[in-house]
């Protein structure tokens, strides 16, 4: 077999069961398509001797015949994930140098499944953007290009590198995690799958914190089947993460029949965008139509709240932000500011933090002790907490009336040039994720599946969003999407 | 709610990052941009709503209040800047 790094998930496991193919080939060939890919610069923490390591192991289970889905198949991780032994830096200064001695429950059930760790992916600083424009790594760079324009485009952000990774057959399949759309936006933009679970189906244990009541992890992989075989494997009920769900893990594989026959598909009319392009709006529509040539039954809903989400989320994100970041004080970990003769500890943690945290980190860090701080809490938090109690109930009356899943666009543009947005101001940016933020703020599932080409031919993605907890069946939507959309578009090479 | 710079100072005294005098204006305009957007939500009628707390409808589980592992000095200083004999060292915090 030839080009075996282009293979996905479920095509390589049933070739190393079948013995056509060895997990050390598979990992080899990615290794060879990393090093070929420095022009992407998608994985910033490079571990070759891991990744042979674990591949000749898992190469003996299968030997063995002890070979669970993941078992030998190469996969990318978000630098956000800590991995014992390995760089994990969250794309941040301040965290130069940091190596855990311990290692996130995601990557270990993935570890402990057989997969196989290539490397760290690049990402915003913290998981704080829409472009992986912040990172200190500088930008990972998507495969995809404007036809003949050689003007280097965003893969999405904040898990921009495990998209780019991905899109350019790095990897098999790269772990990512979502705080307000940063597994879906990047699929979108890179003609790739992503989903993000419901709210405590991943532990979050060993993951750096952003937002800790929005952020979920979640596969990003070349299909839908793909997602549940990965998806599977992450989850599951962690003592270690108390938001964690004590709740059985379905085989989600096995729910993929593509059969949607009366199943009830809402259009959420709040999701017509003024200035949305009509390349968007035509998918969508396409989208809604295959959905229901497959049997479904598409109705018109409402979602009244949607406007307020980017603004909610913009008080509650920070906030939590601010909180979690509070720990990187160059004490424990990470990197310490030279400091003066006769400075003190306010000093260090001041010029440890201004030279550690980027302009985006430092910017949601001081919105979020501002809108925390004594006489605004109410008005900034508080009312943000309410209008995510309204959002939630937006999507349960909707739910309540038989609804089995939500059709939307994934993002409202294609994928931008790298440096196109830094004269916006920063709530430009922040509307990348209109489409996806109130995902989070619900914990609801989402996930986005490739569904077309813009005029430009770069990848459009529609976004389906789930009940909670039922992956299985949102997956099952998806896949009949899929088939339906029969996406099949691949970047050219020219890194 | 307007910032101007003395409250951006604050603010980034607060969350404890050197901001210089100089780039106080820049940043105060910044907040000012994104507390704009964020005023958005006063338009919300919120009365009589709970602000979430949980947004899945479970207890936090509780588990015993028992030692589950230690003896990992070594470890848990294996990541600071500054150890020495066994502890985390900072400047001089009493004078």
């Known amino acids: ?100 001695e311990y290692e996130s429950t995601v990557s270990q059930q993935l570890a402990d499944a057989g997969a196989v760790m290539l490397g760290k992916l690049n990402m915003d600083e913290f998981a704080m953007g829409s472009s992986n424009e912040t990172s200190v790594y500088g930008n990972a ?35 990512g995690t979502d705080t307000g759309g940063s597994i879906r936006q990047p699929a979108a933009f890179v003609g790739i799958t992503g989903i993000k679970p419901t709210y405590g189906r991943c532990s979050r ?25 990965m998806l599977e494997t992450m989850c599951g009920h962690d003592p ?19 059969d949607i026959k009366g199943k009830k598909i809402g259009i959420p009319k709040e999701y017509r965008m003024d200035g949305m392009p009509t390349e968007i709006e035509k998918l969508w529509v396409d989208g809604a139509a295959m959905l229901k040539d497959a049997g479904a039954e598409i109705v018109d809903i409402s979602l009244p709240h949607t406007k307020y989400a980017l603004p909610a989320y913009y008080v509650i994100a920070p906030a939590e932000a601010s909180s979690n970041l509070a720990r990187y004080d ?23 933090r201004a030279e550690g945290f980027g302009p985006e980190v430092q910017r949601r860090v001081m919105i979020g002790t501002y809108v925390l701080s004594a006489g605004f809490y109410d008005a900034y938090y508080n009312r943000a907490r309410k209008v995510r109690t309204l959002i939630k109930k937006d999507f349960e009356d909707v739910f309540a009336t038989g609804v089995d899943a939500i059709l939307t ?33 619900a914990g609801l599932p989402g996930i986005s599946v490739p569904a077309g080409l813009d005029a430009q031919g770069l990848p459009l993605g529609l976004q389906l969003i789930g009940r909670p907890w039922e992956e299985g069946d949102l997956l099952n939507t998806a896949y009949a999407l899929e088939n339906a959309a029969g996406f099949v578009a691949k970047p050219g090479k020219w890194w | 709610m307007s910032i101007d710079q003395s ?61 589950t592992d230690g003896n990992q000095q070594d470890k848990v200083l294996s990541n600071a800047p500054d150890a020495r004999e066994g502890f985390f060292a900072v400047p001089k915090v009493v004078e």
């Open chain 2, 7 to 67: 409250t951006a100072a604050k603010v980034a005294k607060l969350a404890r990052i050197k901001v210089e005098d100089d780039a106080l204006p820049a940043l105060a305009s910044e907040f000012n941009t994104i507390l704009g957007f964020i005023e958005q939500l006063n338009e919300v009628d919120v009365e009589g709503v709970e602000p979430m707390v949980s947004v899945t409808p479970m207890r936090l589980k509780r588990r015993q209040d028992v030692v």
């Open chain 1, 1 to 100: 077999m030839s080009e075996l790094n282009k293979l996905g998930l479920a095509e390589a496991r049933d070739a190393l069961r079948a013995g056509d193919v060895t997990s050390v080939e598979l990992t080899e060939s990615c290794l060879t398509a990393i090093d070929e890919a420095d022009a992407l610069n998608a994985f910033v923490h490079k571990t070759p001797e891991i990744a042979i390591e674990r591949a000749k192991a898992a190469d003996d289970r299968i030997k063995a015949g002890d070979a669970p889905s993941m078992c030998g198949l190469p996969i990318g991780i978000k630098d956000l994930f800590c991995t014992k032994g390995v760089p994990s830096q969250a794309a941040s200064k301040i965290l130069d140098g940091f190596k855990p």
């Open chain 1, 205 to 229: 244990w060993g993951i750096v914190a952003f937002a800790s009541s929005l952020d979920q992890a979640g596969p990003m992989t070349k299909n839908v089947r793909d997602a549940a075989i």
């Open chain 1, 409 to 441: 666009p994934a993002t409202p543009s294609a994928s931008f040039g790298l440096g196109e947005m830094t004269e916006a101001d920063p709530v430009q940016m922040y509307l990348n994720d209109v489409f996806t933020v109130t995902v989070n703020l």
């Open chain 1, 330 to 352: 160059g004490v424990r970990y990470g990197r310490r500011a030279q400091l003066a003769q006769g400075d003190g500890i306010t000093e260090m943690y001041e010029k440890t």
């Open chain 1, 141 to 175: 760079v998507s495969p995809w290009r404007r036809g003949n324009d050689e003007a280097q485009l965003t893969p999405g952000g904040s898990s921009g590198g495990s998209a780019s990774a991905v899109s350019a057959d790095l990897c098999l399949a790269a772990t």
């Open chain 1, 240 to 258: 270690k993460d108390s938001t964690s769900a004590e709740l059985a893990v379905p085989n989600f594989e096995a729910m993929l029949t593509g």
